[in-house]
């Protein structure tokens, strides 16, 4: 009670000491505000008028003498005295006003003598003008002397105007140091204001403080959105706030009793609380079932109570728990992700291993993927890769009882594993890698499109081929990108020499994305020939790499290398040009009526611009569209049937043809296949090599054979190596075929020949 009096005291006396000082503050600025007003007034009503007549009688004096100036030039006397009369009257009333400006001064009297003489030379400059003849010397003196005078009159009311402006200036730098002198009065008492101000405040503020925080800590239990409880050292509740009993709703229990908020052991908690030299501890429990609670115990000696806090956690614990579930699985497809994998994989693999069983690794890896995700968008990737984790899934939860225990994750990019962490025998991995295979030839649907994907599949075993998570990815990822480069959509077990391989595939890439820019690439060309008249109808281009050490490289052995990159871009465009521009360049007329073959890779078919491209490569070469056949493969052609047929059609008017590549070795549907504007289908070579022996391969070619004559396209038949194909070739009713039996792939310089030689 006596420090808040004492703080009211100081304000009271503080708040008077401030009046004091502003009412001193103010009765000096009136002051020194009068005498700066008197000398405004002194300024304005004398100085300026003085000026005003100065410089007005300055310019009447001008004007006067260029009356006299224009008399002696233009002898108009009636004129000159009307305006020297006008004039003189002019200039004499301008001497009374400077005469009441300034008073009695000793300039201003020689100033009125000069002008005097001034008035007598306008009246000499008269008589000298107005004689016959004219006195024209006379007044040519009159009239400079007049100057002289004038000259001497401006320079005397310049001394007058400066003795003027003197007095101004005194008195403007005395009223100058008047508002220096106020303002520093007005800094002096407004600091002293301040500091007075300061000491208020912190009074105030003080007194303010104490009142608020005895407030504040008045309501806090009772305004605590979180339960607030009082124990007795026994555990017995001696007060609870509002909130323990919304909690208690909350959570529904049964009871209303508020000990149910807390942890069922809160009697040995206090015990040992008690005993130890620390006075609190913090414990999350579940209550009622389903919610989380923490509890914040204190224990107060001097009080001989305990303080207990409780907060529900519930939402915190759920937002925990997703973020856990976030950082262990994909969002894309909701599998478990590469982090999951890494860490069950020590628990469950292990725990195998100790039990005598094997585990096996099977990485997969989408075909082609990035082709979609480049012509199509990572939208439809997305929701491509959801079907196949949704396919993926489903197979393991078939093959259950096969391969136990399985899980399937997401990896990153196109890349999805499944860890077996126990198996019987080699073969059950190998199985379900053939199952997954065989599952993948039905094809997907995205936002009503149908496409058709594949996988690669890279089978890596505990503990031959890794001891360690990382060991057996590195070495799955080694078999799976053996099988992509085998054309994809099968499967490899690891081997010991895939990495030293791996390495030297490497090293073989990059020496390839300099084999155009050093002339190393080459076309071969293999003629296709009518089965019928047994003449040369076309040719397809081959692509070779002449490697400076390797010799001669076939594409089987290299082309895989750029199908994962932009080179197989760039290499296909090589060849669309270099073979256009050969065919163009053809120099007998047997060559130049020929059609040239040539084969598009699947991601340069994915490109948006390929009509573009194609168009400008048949401009360029001089190439006539009619003469270039496009090849595509059948998983190429229904990878996305709506974008095939319209790249198609887009090509087709252009005046392309088009073949279908190694036609049967897919899943081409029949109802889609013949609304391509196809011109060809081309048997894979895989079906002519068994005939005419096996009786499959022979169904198979009549069966293509029976379903190009019904949809009225040719039929090519590739890879014929003996006359007994060729004869059941011809009885089925093929078309045409290429192969060794007629001739092998020739450079561009000897196909001309092998030409002139085979249509004699």
Known sequence: MDFRLGIKNRIFGAYVLVLALGAMLAFLVYTDSQHVADTSRGLTGTAVPQLSAINTLKLDLLTQESVLYRYYVDHDRQRFLADYARMDNV??????????ALGQHALLQSVQNDYSRLSQIGRDLDQALNKKPRNMNRAEKLLAEAGAIVNRIHRELDELAANVAARVQQGGARAEATVETMQNRVILFAGAIF?????????????????TERRRLAMFPERNPNPVL??????????????AKDLLKKIDVEKSDVHELLPRDISQRLSALRAKPMTHETCEYLAAG??????????IPDLERFHVYVADITERKQAQERLIHQAYHDANTKLPNRLMFEEEFERRVYANDRAGMRAALLLMGVDRFRVVIESMGHDIGDLLLQAVAARLKHLLGEVRGQVRESTLYRMEGDRFAILVPGFATNQNPVWLGEQILEEMQQPFHALGREYHLSLSIGISVYPLDGQDAETLLRNAEAAMQRAKRQGGERLECYTRDMNERAAEWLALENELRHAEEHDELRLYYQPQVDIASGRVIGAEALLRWEHPKLGLLMPSQFLA??????????????????????AAAASTPATQALTVSVNIPARQFAQPDLAKRVAAVLQEAGLPPSRLELEITEGVAMQDIARTIAILTELKKLGVKFAVDDFGTGFSSLS???????????????????????????????????LGQSLKLKVIAEGVETLEQLALLRDQGCDEYQGNFFSKPVPAQDFSKLLARANT
């Open 91 to 100: 200039c004499a009333t301008g001497f009374v006003n400077i005469a009441e």
């Open 195 to 211: 500091i007075i101000s300061l000491f208020v405040g912190y009074y105030l503020i003080s007194f303010l403080n104490e009142q």
């Open 230 to 243: 009082q124990l007795s050292p026994d555990g017995a509740v001696l007060y609870a706030n509002p909130s």
């Open 290 to 299: 389903r919610h989380w609670l923490e509890c914040g115990i204190h224990w």
């Open 561 to 582: 290398l750029s199908e994962e990159s932009e080179l197989v871009v760039s290499l296909g465009e090589w060849v669309l040009y270099t073979a256009c521009a050969q």
């Open 672 to 706: 889609y296949l013949k609304r391509f504007p196809l011109d060809k289908l081309k048997i894979d070579q895989s079906f002519v090599h068994g005939l005419p022996a096996d009786e499959h391969d022979a169904a198979i070619t009549r069966a293509v054979i029976a």
